[in-house]
């Protein structure tokens, strides 16, 4: 994925996990991830069988390839739209994501402190 300076996010290679289906299609150019249209992205970020993109608002919206990593969204197995993260973190200032095969880390902005 590639995130523009417009806040765009772009697709391409092997789409089988990167959130968009799992068709198994490969991509050689970039391409508009249309379900993200209107969401100005700062960060994106792949992880196993998930991406994870951050607003600029601080918001962080995840999808997946619409199996098990659901990520808690409790959507349709065939679901791959990004959902907006919701839990515990959900109101917390998001600066930072990283995506590893199974772990998704979010590093958090308090104004107020701990």
């Given at each position: ?34 379900s993200l249209k209107g969401i100005f992205v700062v960060q ?18 995840t999808f997946s390839w619409g ?48």
């Open positions: 994925m590639l995130v523009s300076d417009t806040g765009s996010v772009y697709k391409f290679g092997l789409d089988a996990f990167a959130g968009w289906g799992s068709s198994g299609n490969y991509t050689s150019s970039p391409k508009l991830l249309e994106a970020s792949i992880g196993g069988k998930f991406s994870a993109v951050l607003s600029r608002e601080g918001q962080v919206y199996r098990e990593a659901r990520h808690g969204h409790a959507s349709d197995l065939t679901d791959v739209e990004p959902r907006l993260l919701s839990g515990p973190l959900e109101n917390a200032l998001v600066v930072q994501i990283a995506a590893g095969y199974c772990y998704l880390l979010m590093l958090a902005y308090q104004p107020t402190g701990m």
